[in-house]
């Protein structure tokens, strides 16, 4: 059974840094692509990065590139997100999700998007604020 974990989130001030945690478990991590997405209340989920398993390949959303970054530890099955100087529009639920087939893999990775094959963690606040 796929299952996806997130961790790490929590209260941070403006400029400050959070490392999100995705442990995976039950499905071959190495041929996944895993996503980060967050979403607030009244608006849509959107990516904000992904990482390819099957080619190491990375994106980012224009709006977090350059702050954050998208990591993984395959000994771990964990995917993670460093993100670094926090802004308060970034406060959101950050949740990560799992695609396999190329299709699906080239919609999250290449044009973050939102696709209903996604299996989803159950996310990680990330509340910015002084």
């Known amino acids: 059974q796929v299952q996806l974990v997130e961790s790490g989130g929590g209260l941070v001030q403006p400029g400050g840094s959070l490392r999100l945690s995705c442990a995976a478990s039950?499905?071959?991590?190495?041929?996944?692509?895993i996503g980060w997405f967050r979403q607030t209340p009244g608006k849509e989920r959107e990516g904000v990065s992904c990482?390819?398993?099957?080619?190491?390949?990375?994106n980012y959303a224009d709006s977090v590139a350059g702050r954050f970054t998208i990591s993984r530890d395959n000994a771990k099955n964990t995917v993670y997100l460093q993100i670094d100087s926090l802004k308060p529009e970034d406060t959101a639920d950050y949740f990560c999700?799992?695609?396999?087939?190329?299709?699906?893999?080239?919609?999250?990775?290449?044009?973050?998007?939102?696709?209903?094959?996604?299996?989803w963690g159950k996310g990680t606040p990330v509340p910015v604020s002084s």
């Open positions: 999700g799992a695609v396999r087939d190329a299709r699906s893999r080239q919609a999250i990775c290449v044009r973050l998007q939102v696709v209903d094959t996604i299996v």
């Open positions: 990482i390819d398993n099957n080619n190491g390949e990375t």
């Open positions: 039950g499905f071959g991590f190495d041929y996944y692509a």
